[in-house]
């Protein structure tokens, strides 16, 4: 068990700049999540402290010593890929075995330890197997076994659950999670999933462009994005996002948009008269009321997605989208004029030029 | 319906027919002769049932030929193989993307080049005298070395020039099929504490174990057709030291006596013997 520190590490294919300037503490028996969408450099990231990928700038340390130049095998490192990664001639058993083999560990120990992490891992009854007669989920399994089994400092995941499918991918976040606390062995875990990111980390590390955009706790990152490029990631249905020309009100600022003018009193924000903004509301801050008052966002109903016990109701607003998730008993039909109201503390405003965030 | 039936038969029919026509017809008529006593300076012959293939087996020169045959299989299946693996792996692992495919290119050259010229160049770089390969033994000891010449070195110098053939064309070939083996157990190898040789050794061959067989089938057949390059390099000399059974077999039928059914009756056994031999092998590799 260790931390992992990354100071000003770069990456570059050719002139071509993937990662740029990355710092990061991470501490022991923290589970990190690198999320982001395809091609942000979370992977290429993850490779680098695997070893698999050069660093071209910075460094790398694991337990406070450097790695950038240690082959990875001398690490301490262990990775679960995305495509699971066996060696598909060998038995569940010979993969699972392979590194201790290399390592030079006794037979008998070997033996042991297999017993263990299969017993852990329900492996039991598929040691003689070979790694394709074994379901996708069960595969993923076996390559966790041979990640745990060296008892490493650190464990790699790239987007393990990605291949399978909805149910076993749940099951599998599950029993990840339900390692972690077992074995409280640091971890960075890399997703493109926001729902594994939130589910799974302790800390997220938001990327984009190869980049941190955001570091924080699941509940931080949902509560207080930092930028428009986060609030707009995070969170299922998606924030609505509308635009807005912020002005003097008579007690308290005005948020102008097409049609409307939301009056906010603007404790907190930071408003200056005339400034582009972006007026973010989550779906489920966005309650029904009956009265027609200040405040309201209306419009018809055209499309309803049933949830399950909720509802989201589309409909449009000043040019725009808006989804709004209701309780799928006091749910209006198509069609229905709907008014919804929201509490102006829940409110997320951004600059609509520099997408940072206008929370103080 | 009935139409996508007859229409793939219609086109396969005269194909088929010529094919059957070429290769049974030499065939069946090789297996006639061989129950004969043909030979070349009469006309006429008599059936003499299994008299060819009894005297066969008492024949001297021909269980030498066996021999020969067996040792240049062996000799050039494996060298072929251990060549082709080795470099392929050098090449996947020590170039650059433009240096492998110029060298890809470069190795191709030796297989495309006809049998018999091979030979000949290579013959004359074996030469005791003004050969290129010969020439810094001359020079450091003052004696001539006549590889080709010596029944100890003949067969094995003749199967260096097949290796240099078919071992540098299959060395591309292994290194296209780990170019196109998934990366992610090599990387999960490497995680793995395995060393680089161990990575080929444990995952990178196993991995590609079916081709590696088929392309040691292909070599074995191959081997079987060596004819040309012995002839034009020793002609199955020093004596009969490179006397390969197909070389045997031409000079009882064509250069010594004449006694074409006793060479069929030698190419008979062949065919059969490799049938059996390469069913039983394909059969026990493919498990």
Redesign the interface.
């Known amino acids: 068990m260790s931390n992992i520190v990354c100071s000003s590490v770069d990456k570059n294919y050719g002139a071509i700049n993937v990662i740029k300037d990355f710092n990061l503490d991470v501490a022991d028996r923290e589970f990190i999540v690198f999320l982001g969408p395809s091609g942000c450099g979370k992977s290429t990231l993850l490779r680098m402290i ?3 990928e050069e660093i071209s700038g910075g460094t790398v340390s694991i337990d406070g010593m450097a790695v950038n130049e240690l ?3 001398d690490r301490g ?3 679960v ?1 995305q ?8 038995s569940i058993y010979d993969n699972i075995a ?2 201790l083999k ?2 030079k560990v006794p037979k008998a120990e070997i033996e042991n330890r297999i017993n263990a992490v299969s017993a852990t891992l329900g492996l039991g009854p598929y040691l003689s197997r070979k790694p394709a007669e074994l379901s996708g989920g069960q595969q993923q399994r076996v ?1 966790i076994a ?1 990640a745990m089994i ?1 008892t490493p400092k650190v464990f790699l995941f790239d987007e393990p659950l990605s291949n399978l499918d909805a149910k076993l991918r749940h099951h599998m976040r599950v029993e990840i999670a339900r390692l972690h606390q077992k074995l409280q062995t640091t971890t960075i875990y890399v997703t493109h999933d926001q729902l594994e990111a939130m589910t799974l980390a302790d800390r997220i590390v938001l990327m984009k462009g190869g980049a941190i955009e955001q570091v924080g706790s699941p509940a931080e990152i949902y509560e207080k994005p930092r930028t428009l490029f986060v609030a707009g990631f995070i969170g299922t249905p998606n924030m609505n996002l509308i635009d807005v020309t912020v002005a003097r009100g008579e007690s308290g600022w005005l948020l102008r948009t097409e049609g409307t003018d939301i009056h906010i009193n603007g404790d907190g924000l930071d408003l200056k008269a005339g400034q582009e903004a972006v007026l973010g509301i989550r779906p489920p801050d966005l309650v029904q009321t009956a009265s027609a008052g200040e405040n309201v966002l209306t419009g018809v109903a055209d499309l309803i997605e049933f949830h399950g016990n909720d509802a989201l109701v589309t409909f449009k607003f000043a040019g725009k989208e808006i989804g709004a998730l209701v309780k799928a008993s006091s749910c209006p039909k198509t069609g229905e004029r709907v008014t919804l109201s929201f509490d102006e503390a829940r409110i997320h405003l951004f600059d609509k030029t520099t997408g940072l965030t206008m929370r103080r | 319906m009935k139409t996508k039936h007859i229409l793939p038969a219609v086109f396969l029919t005269p194909a088929m027919v010529i094919l059957a026509v070429l290769a049974l017809v030499p065939t069946v008529y090789a297996v006639v002769i061989s129950f004969q006593d043909r030979e070349l300076s009469r006309p006429d012959g008599q059936f003499v049932g299994l008299a060819n293939y009894l005297s066969l087996f008492s024949d001297r020169r021909f269980i030498n030929a066996i021999q020969v045959s067996l040792s240049w299989e062996v000799l050039t299946v494996v060298l072929t193989l251990v060549m082709a693996i080795g470099l392929g792996i050098l090449l996947f692992e020590c170039t650059t993307p433009k240096v492998r495919n110029l060298l890809s290119l470069l190795f191709l050259v030796p297989v495309i080049l006809p049998r018999v010229s091979a030979a000949f160049v290579w013959k004359f770089a074996f030469h005791p005298l003004y050969g290129i390969i010969t020439y810094p033994y001359k020079a450091l000891t003052g004696q001539p070395l006549d590889l080709l010449s010596n029944p100890l070195t003949a067969l094995g110098t003749v199967a260096l020039v097949d290796v240099w053939q078919w071992g540098l064309f299959f060395s591309v070939i292994v290194l296209k099929l780990l170019e196109t083996l ?1 990366p ?2 090599f ?9 680089t040789w ?1 990575i080929y050794a ?2 990178a061959i ?2 590609l ?1 079916a081709p590696l067989i088929s392309l040691a089938f292909v070599k074995m057949i191959e081997s079987l057709r060596a004819f040309d390059l012995i002839y034009v390099m020793t002609r199955g000399g020093p004596g009969i030291s490179t006397e390969t059974l197909d070389m045997y077999a031409f000079s009882q039928g064509f250069i010594e006596s004449g006694r074409i059914s006793y060479a069929s009756s030698m190419a008979v056994l062949m065919m059969v013997a490799t049938s059996i031999a390469f069913t039983f092998i394909w059969k026990r590799a493919r498990i």
């Open positions: 695997a070893g698999l082959e990875p095998r490192v262990a990775m890929f495509n699971y990664a066996l060696y598909p001639h060998m392979f590194g290399r390592m390559a041979r060296k | 998934p992610q157990p990387e999960a190898a490497r995680l793995d504490h395995a060393k161990e444990y995952v196993p991995m174990k």
